[in-house]
C-alpha cells in the first residue's frame, strides 16, 4: 500500500460506520451504501495525494458520497416523484444523524443471517476492515469472506421486513468477535489481539449511542476487563496460564479502570442485573483480589447462581461448579460437575474434562483426573491449549494392564475383512466413544452404562437409522473385541420414512446464484427441475439423453428437465458422445477402478458420487444457510419445482 | 498499540482561544469514548532533575533547556497501528496548528 491508500485506510475505519450508516438512510439498501462509499473513497485516492488530507476527511468522504448517492436515486429516475422529493430532501440535510450508526447496527446484526456473516457484515461496515483483514481475523480465505459478505447484502436486500435486531442481538454479535479474538476457538495462538480491539471499539461505540441501556454498558465492562488480562493470559511459549496462576502485575490498569467505569454507568442505570452485567460483577471480582487466594469466591458463586437463572446454559453451569468448587471444596465442585457430564450441549467441549480433572486431582483420584486430562487434549483445537492439557496428564502417573480403548479402538478398524464403507461407518463411531471415554481407559474396564451415556451425550436427537447405524457399530466392535453386552443400554429404534425440508424460493434464488463450477449448476439444476432421486440423476449417461424432448431414460422411468438445465447440459456433455454425465474431478486410481459403465471413455474419470456431490453442495450452501450446516441435495430435488 | 505522543512547548504558537478550546474538547470526547485517548496533560515548564548516584537522590531544579526542548504536554494513546496514529496526530495538529510532537511506542 501506498502511503495515501494507508492514510485514507485509517480515516476509513474511523469514519465507516457513519459514512454507511447515513448513505444506508438515504438508499435503504446497505450493499448499494457501501458501493456508494467505496466511490468515495476511490475519489479520495485521486485527491488526496495532491491536495493533501482535508481537514475534516469524514465530511469530505460522506459529501462525495451522498452527492453519489443523489445521482444514483435520480439515474434511477423512479418516476416516483416521492423518491425525487426524498433525494432534495437529502441535498440539504447534510448533517449525518446520531441514529444512523445504531440503525446500521440494527441491520448487519439481523438474525436472519448466520451468526459468522453477521460477524463479518459488522467487521466490515461498522469496523471498516477490508475483507483480507476480515479473513486473517476470521481465520478464512478473503475470496470467502468476499463471498459471505455478498451473499449477506443480498440476503438482507431480498428480505421484505425491516431489520428485525435489537440491542441484544447487537451484543451477541460484539461479544461473538470478541471471543473469537480472545479465545481463539482453533489456530495456533490463543488470542488474536487485534480483533479483541475492535471488538472493544464496537462496544464503546455502542454505549455512546445508546448510553441508557444498562447491558451494553455492562458488556463493555466485560469485554475492557478480559482484555486487561490479555498479557499475562500467556506464558513466554504460547501456553495459557489460568486465571489464579497469572501475574496480576501485568493486568493492564488502563483498561481495568474502564472496566470499573463502564461497571459504574451500568449501576447508575439501575434495574435488574442483565447477564452482561452479572458476567463483568464476576470479571471485576476477580480484578479487585489483589492475589488469587483474595479472591471473594462465595460472592462469586452467588452471582453464577444469578447468572444461571438468566442464562442456564452448560457453560454457565461449569463455571458456577468451577466457583463452587472454590468457595466450599472440590469435593462440592465435583458434584456440580458430575451433573453436567452426558449434557450433549457439552459433550465436545474441552473445558468440561478438564475442570473435572482438575477437581479430581484435587480430591486424589489421579487416574480418572490424568484421563480427563487426556479427553481435553483431544477436543481441544487450539495447539497451545493441547500442549498444556497433556503436560498436566504427563504429570500423573498412571498404572494399567490390558489394552486401552485406543489400542483395542485402532486394530478394530484396521481389519481387512469389511468394505471401506462400513469401515469409515464404524470409525465414526468407535472413534467418538474413544473421545468422549478417552484412549487411555483400560479395555476391561469399559461398561454398557458409559456406552450407554456416550450415546446420550453424542446422538440425542439423531435419527433413528443414524442411531442404529452407531448400535451396531458397537455390537460388531463388542463382538470382535470379546467384551459381551456393551449395547445392552441401547434400544434399536424404528426408522420412520425420511423427511427434509424443502428450500424456499428465496433461498434457491441464492443457490442459483453461487459461484459454481459448471457441473455443479448442471447437477443441481437438473435435481431442482426434474424432482428425480440423486442417484437417478448421477446414474445418467450422455448416451441417454434426449436434447430435443429435454428428457433421459434412466432403469424403467424418464428424468426430465427444463430450460436452465437445457443450457447448462449441453455445455457439460459438450463433445462427449457416451459415458457418465457427471464425472469425478480425478481419475480412479487402481486400487478402486470402478465399473467400466461409470468411466468415461473419452477422459478415464469415473463417475460422480453422491457422497462427493453431496459434500460439494453443502460446502458450497453452508454461507447460505443460518444454521450454517448447509443444505442437502435431497431438500434441493424436494423443493417446488419452478 | 499505544504510544506515547509528548508535543514539545512552542511559544510563537497563538494562545488558545475560546474556538479552539471547544474544538479541542470535542476531540478529547470523542478519542477518549472511541478508547484511543488513554490519558492526557499539561506539563508545567517547572520542573526538577533527579539523578541517582550510588544509592543517593539528588533534586535540583531545572533543566533549564531552550523552551522548544521541553515537553508542553503529553497524551497516551492506544490504536490500531501506526497508521491510525498518523491520523490521530494529523487531526491534534490541525487543531492546535502547527507544532512538533516526540512520538515511542510503549511496551508492555
Known amino acids: 500500500m501506498t502511503d495515501a491508500h494507508r492514510a485514507i485506510d ?21 450493499g448499494l451504501a457501501e458501493e456508494l462509499a467505496q466511490d468515495a473513497l476511490v475519489a479520495a485516492l485521486e485527491q488526496w495525494p495532491r491536495s493533501g488530507v482535508p481537514d475534516n476527511p469524514g465530511a469530505w468522504l460522506m459529501a462525495i458520497a451522498k452527492r453519489r448517492a443523489v445521482d444514483h436515486i435520480r439515474r434511477e429516475k423512479l418516476a416516483d416523484s416521492k423518491q425525487a ?10 448533517q449525518p444523524q446520531d441514529d444512523d450508526v445504531l440503525r446500521l447496527m440494527f441491520i448487519t446484526c439481523d438474525p436472519v443471517l448466520p451468526a459468522r456473516d453477521r460477524a463479518a457484515l459488522t467487521l466490515r461496515l461498522l469496523g471498516g476492515l477490508s475483507a483480507a483483514e476480515i479473513a486473517r481475523a476470521l481465520l478464512t480465505t478473503e ?34 468477535i470478541f471471543n473469537e479474538g480472545y479465545s481463539a476457538t482453533s489456530g495456533d495462538d490463543l488470542m488474536r489481539p487485534g480483533l479483541c480491539l475492535e471488538a472493544l471499539r464496537l462496544g464503546r461505540m455502542l454505549a455512546t449511542l445508546a448510553p441508557t441501556e ?40 488502563v483498561l481495568i479502570r474502564r472496566g470499573f467505569t463502564a461497571m459504574l454507568r451500568a449501576r447508575d442505570i439501575g434495574g435488574t442485573p442483565g447477564p452482561y452485567v452479572l458476567q463483568a460483577a464476576i470479571a471485576i471480582c476477580h480484578a479487585q483480589a489483589r492475589t488469587s487466594d483474595d479472591t471473594d469466591w462465595a460472592r462469586i458463586a452467588n452471582l453464577y447462581t444469578a447468572l444461571d437463572r438468566l442464562l442456564p446454559t452448560p457453560v454457565v453451569r461449569l463455571n458456577r461448579a468451577v466457583a463452587v468448587g472454590k468457595a466450599q471444596g472440590p469435593q462440592a465442585g465435583l458434584a456440580l460437575v458430575d451433573s453436567l457430564v452426558g449434557n450433549s450441549a ?31 487434549a483431544s477436543l481441544t483445537r487450539n495447539a497451545a491449549e493441547r500442549a498444556f492439557l497433556l503436560r498436566r496428564a504427563s504429570s500423573i502417573v498412571l498404572v494399567t494392564s490390558g489394552p486401552t480403548l485406543g489400542e483395542a479402538a485402532r486394530e478394530f478398524l484396521e ?13 465414526q463411531t468407535v ?81 442459483w446464484s453461487l459461484d459454481a463450477a459448471l457441473r455443479e449448476r448442471t ?22 439423453i434426449d436434447v430435443e424432448d429435454r428428457r433421459a431414460r434412466a432403469g424403467d422411468t424418464w428424468v426430465t428437465w427444463r430450460s436452465e438445465t437445457a443450457k447448462l447440459l449441453v455445455r457439460l456433455t459438450d463433445g462427449r458422445a457416451r459415458g457418465p454425465v457427471f464425472l469425478a474431478d480425478r481419475r480412479p486410481v487402481p486400487a478402486r477402478m470402478p465399473a467400466p459403465q461409470d468411466i468415461c471413455p473419452e477422459t478415464g474419470r469415473g463417475r460422480l458420487s453422491y457422497p462427493r456431490a453431496e459434500y460439494l453442495f453443502k460446502q458450497a450452501t453452508r454461507a447460505l444457510d443460518p444454521a450454517g450446516n448447509g443444505y442437502t441435495l435431497t431438500q434441493l430435488r424436494s423443493s417446488e419445482r419452478p | 498499540m499505544r504510544y506515547l505522543m509528548m508535543t514539545m512547548r512552542d511559544d510563537s504558537q497563538a494562545t488558545p482561544d475560546e474556538k479552539m478550546f471547544a474544538e479541542m474538547g470535542k476531540f478529547v470526547a470523542e478519542l477518549s469514548a472511541a478508547g484511543i485517548l488513554v490519558a492526557s496533560g499539561g506539563l508545567d515548564p517547572a520542573g526538577v532533575e533527579m539523578t541517582y548516584t550510588d544509592g543517593e537522590i539528588t533534586v535540583t531544579d531545572g533543566p533549564y533547556a531552550e523552551a522548544k526542548e521541553t515537553v508542553g504536554g503529553f497524551a497516551l494513546v492506544d490504536v490500531r497501528d501506526q497508521d491510525e496514529l498518523n491520523e490521530v496526530a494529523r487531526r491534534f495538529f490541525a487543531i492546535t496548528g502547527n507544532g512538533v510532537s516526540r512520538v515511542h511506542q510503549v511496551f508492555g
Not at chain 1, 147 to 165: D, M, N
Not at chain 1, 415 to 427: I, M, N, Q, V
Not at chain 1, 436 to 460: I, K, M, N, Y
Not at chain 1, 523 to 544: C, K, Q, Y
Request: charge should be negative; include cysteine; proline fraction near 5%.
Open chain 1, 143 to 176: 475470496l470467502n469472506v468476499t463471498q459471505r459478505i455478498a451473499v449477506a447484502k443480498r440476503t438482507l436486500a431480498a428480505r421484505e421486513r425491516s431489520p428485525s435486531a435489537d440491542i441484544p442481538a447487537v451484543l451477541e454479535v460484539i461479544y461473538l
Open chain 1, 10 to 30: 485509517a480515516v476509513w475505519k474511523l469514519e465507516a460506520a457513519k459514512i454507511i450508516g447515513g448513505l444506508t438512510r438515504m438508499v435503504h439498501d446497505v
Open chain 1, 214 to 253: 444498562a447491558e451494553v454498558h455492562g458488556l463493555v465492562a466485560l469485554m475492557e476487563i478480559q482484555a486487561s488480562r490479555q498479557a499475562a493470559r500467556t506464558g513466554p511459549n504460547g501456553e495459557p496460564i489460568q486465571l489464579h496462576e497469572q501475574d496480576r502485575g501485568r493486568w493492564d490498569p
Open chain 1, 431 to 511: 472413534r467418538r466413544l474413544c473421545r468422549a471415554l478417552g484412549e487411555q481407559l483400560p479395555l476391561a474396564s469399559l461398561t454398557a452404562d458409559q456406552v450407554a451415556r456416550v450415546f446420550a451425550a453424542a446422538w440425542p436427537g439423531a435419527a433413528a437409522r443414524t442411531w442404529n447405524r452407531h448400535r451396531s457399530a458397537i455390537r460388531s466392535f463388542a463382538a470382535w473385541a470379546s467384551v459381551p453386552d456393551l449395547d445392552s443400554g441401547l434400544d434399536r429404534r424404528a426408522e420412520p420414512p425420511a423427511r427434509q425440508d424443502a428450500l424456499d424460493p428465496l433461498r434457491l434464488d441464492l443457490v
Open chain 1, 85 to 94: 422529493e426524498l433525494a432534495r430532501d437529502y441535498d440539504e440535510k447534510e
Open chain 1, 346 to 376: 457439552l459433550r465436545d467441549y474441552h473445558l468440561l474434562p478438564s475442570v473435572r480433572g482438575d477437581l479430581l486431582e484435587q480430591v486424589g483420584r489421579h487416574d480418572e483426573a490424568r484421563l480427563e486430562y487426556e479427553r481435553a
Open chain 1, 415 to 427: 481389519r481387512s475383512d469389511l468394505d471401506t464403507a462400513t469401515l469409515r461407518s464404524y470409525g
Open chain 1, 523 to 544: 447437477l443441481w439444476r437438473l435435481l431442482h427441475e426434474s424432482g428425480a432421486a440423486v442417484t437417478t440423476v448421477l446414474s445418467l449417461n450422455v448416451e441417454d
